[in-house]
């Protein structure tokens, strides 16, 4: 077989291509199941390229077959860098060259790793004329779109996807991330990119927490519980009976806003969950309404005052309408153990109304919750996180509960540090690698990292799938936006494998090798964000360089450059006269930060970051300023007129606290505020501004 390949090399070497027939796709993630290769000449990408819709199912499924091949299109053009034909609904007559059918297999047979029948598969068969791709419902058409975008990228310039048949389809049913959007504000736009992002990797559910505070317990359970921060991120309209639930209504999703993200998440293959979490982590409701509160514990909802259960379902009645999914999570997590009756009474309570309400069922987080004469419905899913104190999963799984993994001890991720004895940055890769008896690491069935008999099988009819979480407990000034982006790429992609994939089942699952040098790759070319905030220098690593500025504001056309990059500048603030001019002005803004002339303060999110408050710009004399920023952390190198050659090195950080424990630092990274130079109040003088990326 390989000489046979090599002579073909050879003889083909002469033409104009150099194509290797009967080879093999290129490793991607998620891992294909099944690929042969057949001996032909392969499909290649061109501007001829012709994506075709089965009109026997143009408008099935919601989205439909053509709505995802639409967007399928906008991401293979931006991918390949080329325009491409509209998508055509119309039979594929075999007679077109370059063209890519999608279709529906009704009577195709794919199913999950438990033998449940599952609508993500798709077989898909390449030649030199045509891709098709038969789904067992759209969502597996889109999935196949993926695999094929991710073939594209990994056929660098050549562009050509080796002919063969494959067939392919998740093992599990729920692959999906969580974000703890409650302690820490994110706003729609970066959100619906994170959705999109993820879907690359087949993952297909956003569970968004919604709703939580800081746990300070000198705050909390002291005299200062109304200003402890608290997050409530629905915003009820202005004539809705929860109105006065939301803190911060600039900190909240209005319904057009929510509802965009939410189709964006929708295109992409990915559901939205949220959760609004009741009765435990519910200071956003005491604060509003503190009659509800547990006596002397304000995050904990008493659930035998009679207006309790009423509010909260009036919460619900309020947003329930705004939700597509056929699930919601309300959270029931760490609730007082001794109140286990009205606890469960309230969580089935629940689950019957958000079934008559809406039809759609709820989950719960694992709780401990020990009752002799009462127990949760099994209609309810239990999110697994917590050994032993909250659950045994082998106990919830053979008690008849559907169970999701987000056992913490593989899945839990904490915004910027650790606590003590706590989570990691990213998933941990050493972790999830290893362990398992076929050397192919944690699965959604593995449920700790220490004693085997808590695993469960891979084809447990009642294991759900996977989710795991980023937590936000230092409240929301520990990162930026693009900080949480940064400890979730690379975990997302390597979850999508391990989720669709794992467990040892399919002979063609990545090995970390192979993920590794699949990854940056596949990440740089990620379609339809820019996460990243990748920018292509202008000539070198320059972005841009302007010696001097015309005039102020001025606009590079720029709107952000993610780290790692260096921007070095000369600044001559003007007269100090006024100075809350000096106060608001500021030197750079970007879409993602903005530098202030006042001690030199980076903002991002609606949060500051001063550098130390010794360090004042000196009006009238020019400062050296070189900002320099990786993910990890960004510095200012400063050097004053006058003052020799001396540069003083100041660091951007953060203060966070540790649950009343301590306080600890952190460094900041920050994107470059790359867009407008000098502007609201700037007077002096910016010059010799270079942004380069490194
Ligand atoms: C649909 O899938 C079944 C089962 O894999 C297969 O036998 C059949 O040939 C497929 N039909 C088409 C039209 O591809
Ligand atoms: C579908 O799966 C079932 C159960 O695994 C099997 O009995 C049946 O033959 C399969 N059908 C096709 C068309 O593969
Ligand atoms: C909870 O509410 C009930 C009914 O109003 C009340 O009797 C009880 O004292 C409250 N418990 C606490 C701990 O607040
Ligand atoms: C449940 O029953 C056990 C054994 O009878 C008892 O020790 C325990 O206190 C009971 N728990 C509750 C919550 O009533
Ligand atoms: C589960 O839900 C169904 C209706 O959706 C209901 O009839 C049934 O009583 C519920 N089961 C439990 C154990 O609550
Ligand atoms: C990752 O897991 C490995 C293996 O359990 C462990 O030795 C290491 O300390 C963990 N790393 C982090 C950052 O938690
Ligand atoms: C259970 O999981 C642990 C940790 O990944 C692993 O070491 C062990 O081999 C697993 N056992 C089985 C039977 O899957
Ligand atoms: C200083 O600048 C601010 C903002 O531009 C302006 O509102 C204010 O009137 C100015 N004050 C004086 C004394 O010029
Ligand atoms: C919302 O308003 C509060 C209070 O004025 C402010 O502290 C916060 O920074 C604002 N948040 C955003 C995202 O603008
Ligand atoms: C900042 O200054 C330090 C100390 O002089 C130096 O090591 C570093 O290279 C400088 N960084 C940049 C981006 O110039
Ligand atoms: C972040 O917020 C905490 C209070 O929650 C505060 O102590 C700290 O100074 C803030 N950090 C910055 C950089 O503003
Ligand atoms: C089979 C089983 O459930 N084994 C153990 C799982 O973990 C808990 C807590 O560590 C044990 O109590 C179970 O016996």
């Not at 309404?289 to 619900?316: A, C, F, H, R, V």
């Amino acid at each position: 077989m390989l000489l046979a390949r090599l002579i073909k090399i050879a003889f083909c070497s002469a033409g104009l291509s150099l194509q290797v027939l009967g080879a093999t796709l290129q490793p991607q993630i998620p891992s294909i199941a099944t690929f042969t290769p057949a001996d032909s000449a392969p499909f290649v990408f061109t501007p001829a390229v012709q994506i075709l819709v089965d009109p026997r199912y143009t408008h099935e499924g919601s989205p439909s077959l053509l709505q995802f091949a639409q967007t399928f299109r906008e991401d293979l053009v931006g991918i390949a860098g080329f325009v491409i034909p509209a998508v055509r609904s119309a039979s594929n007559s075999g007679s077109e060259r370059s063209v890519i059918f999608l279709t529906l297999n009704t009577t195709t047979n794919h199913t999950l790793y438990n033998g449940k029948p599952t609508g993500e598969g798709y077989d898909f068969t390449i030649s030199q004329n045509e891709i098709v791709i038969a789904g067992a419902a759209p969502i597996g058409v889109w999935w196949g779109t993926r695999t094929l975008l991710q073939q594209l990228v990994a056929s660098h310039t050549s562009a050509e996807i080796p002919a063969g048949t494959g067939s392919d389809g998740p093992g599990w049913e729920v692959r999906g991330f969580m974000l703890d959007a409650g302690r820490h504000w994110f706003d729609t736009a970066f959100l619906s990119d994170l959705c999109t992002y993820a879907s690359f990797w087949k993952i297909n559910e956003f569970h968004i927490h919604a709703s939580d505070n800081l746990w300070i317990p000198q705050i909390l359970y002291g005299t200062g519980w109304r200003t402890l921060y608290s997050g409530f991120r629905f915003q009820p309209p202005t004539n809705s009976p929860v109105y006065g639930l939301v803190p911060y209504r600039n900190e909240s999703w209005s319904y057009s806003e929510f509802t965009a993200m939410q189709e964006i998440c929708t295109a992409h293959g990915v559901t939205l969950i949220p959760e609004i979490d009741t009765p435990g982590h519910s200071l956003v409701i005491s604060q509003w309404k503190p009659q509800l509160m547990l006596n002397g514990t304000p995050d904990s909802l008493n659930l035998t005052y009679p207006e309790t259960i009423p509010t909260i379902k009036s919460i619900w009645s309020q947003f329930l309408p705004w939700f597509t999914s056929a699930e919601v999570s309300i959270g029931a997590d760490e609730y007082e153990a001794s109140l286990a009756d009205a606890y469960i009474s309230f969580v089935n309570e629940m689950s019957d109304f958000i079934q008559e309400e809406s039809g759609k069922s709820i989950r719960i987080w694992g709780t401990y919750e020990p009752s002799n004469t009462s127990s949760v419905s099994t209609n309810i899913t239990i999110q697994h996180w917590d050994f032993p104190a909250g659950d045994i999963p082998l106990q919830l799984l053979n008690g008849g509960y559907d169970v999701i993994n987000s056992e913490q001890a593989f899945l839990y991720l904490d915004g910027k540090i650790p606590a003590e004895g706590g989570f990691p940055q990213e998933l941990n890769e050493t972790l999830l690698w290893s362990g398992a008896p076929g050397g192919q690491g944690w699965a959604p069935n593995i449920f700790t990292p220490t004693d085997p008999s808590n695993n469960t099988s891979a084809d447990d009819p009642h294991l759900r799938g996977s989710i795991f979480a980023l937590w936000n407990d230092w409240g929301p000034n520990a990162t930026t936006p693009l900080e949480t982006y940064y400890q979730l790429a690379r975990s997302l992609a390597m979850f999508g494998e391990k989720t669709w994939a794992g467990s040892g089942v399919r002979d063609t699952e990545l090995t970390q090798t192979q993920f590794d040098a699949a990854y940056p790759m596949l990440n740089a070319k990620a379609p339809g964000q820019n996460l990243n905030r990748a920018e292509e220098p202008e000539y070198g690593d320059i972005v841009y360089s302007y010696a001097q500025i015309p005039w102020f504001p001025f606009d590079t056309h720029i709107e952000s450059v993610g780290p790692p990059y260096t921007l070095s500048f000369k600044v001559r603030p003007g007269s100090l006269a006024n100075s809350s001019n000096i106060a608001s002005a500021r030197l750079f803004q970007g879409k993602d930060s903005a530098l202030y002339a006042s001690s030199l303060t980076f903002s991002s999110n609606a949060e500051y970051y001063p550098l130390p408050p010794t360090f004042a710009l000196p009006a009238d004399s020019y400062t050296s300023v070189v900002v320099h920023a990786t993910r990890e952390y960004t510095y200012a190198n400063i050097s004053m007129e006058g003052n020799g050659e001396e540069t003083e090195t100041y660091w951007y950080t953060t203060t966070m606290n540790i649950w009343g424990d301590y306080l600890a630092t952190g460094n900041m990274s920050f994107a470059a505020p790359a867009k407008v130079i000098g502007c609201e109040g700037f007077t002096g003088d910016i010059r010799d501004i270079v942004l380069s990326v490194g």
